[in-house]
């Protein structure tokens, strides 16, 4: 008894079939290759090194932030004012926090994770500081550079801080005391 012998042609899928069944295989593919991607590149903000060095007051301006919008004694970026923000009391307050917050063993609440291109994250003073406000300022009137000129004291139990992808890098795009 012989064996039937097939033809290469019989072998062949036909390519509209082939061209069908593929593709739910390759989006379901990528799909899975995106979700993985995206929580694999997630991971804290505060480690990032670009995040850490943009949120030295000195360093955010440069970096494309506005922190300096929410601190008082510090310049603005250009075509930003501190009129109407809520300012940290000094470059030196915002310091402690910043510091502190980056600190694992100070701050050990959740950090946000920067996956895609912004994130955001409100802490308590306490979670950061322990105690359970931060002294600061509404600024009601900047003078040309931006800067604060008239503000009324207050005490602010949160800080919200805003991370961003700007050019390639994430960066702390800013921070400021709010309730």
């Known amino acids: 008894m012989t064996m039937p012998t097939l033809q290469p ?17 390759l989006a379901a593919i990528a ?5 993985y991607t995206a929580e694999a590149q997630a991971e804290p903000c505060r480690a990032i090194a670009s995040v850490q060095q943009s949120g ?3 360093n955010n301006n440069a970096a494309g932030g506005h922190l300096n919008q929410h601190v008082f004694g510090a310049t603005p970026p250009a075509g930003t004012s ?7 009391s000094s ?9 502190n917050y980056l600190d694992p063993k100070k701050y050990t609440g959740t950090a946000v994770n920067c996956p895609g291109n912004t994130a955001r994250q409100k802490v308590t003073v306490y979670s950061v500081l322990k105690k359970d406000k931060i002294g600061g300022f509404n600024c009601t009137a900047a003078n040309a550079q931006g800067q604060c000129t008239t503000k009324t004291a207050s005490q602010f139990s949160n800080i919200q801080l805003d991370f961003q992808v700007v050019g390639s890098q994430w960066i702390l795009l800013t921070a400021y005391p709010t309730n």
């Open 9 to 25: 042609s019989a072998l062949r899928v036909p390519h509209a079939f082939r061209r069908h069944a593929a593709t739910p295989l």
């Open 31 to 35: 799909l899975a290759a995106g979700i």
């Open 56 to 58: 030295v007051s000195a």
């Open 82 to 88: 501190q009129a109407t923000k809520t300012l940290f």
């Open 91 to 99: 470059v030196e307050e915002y310091k402690g926090f910043w510091n």
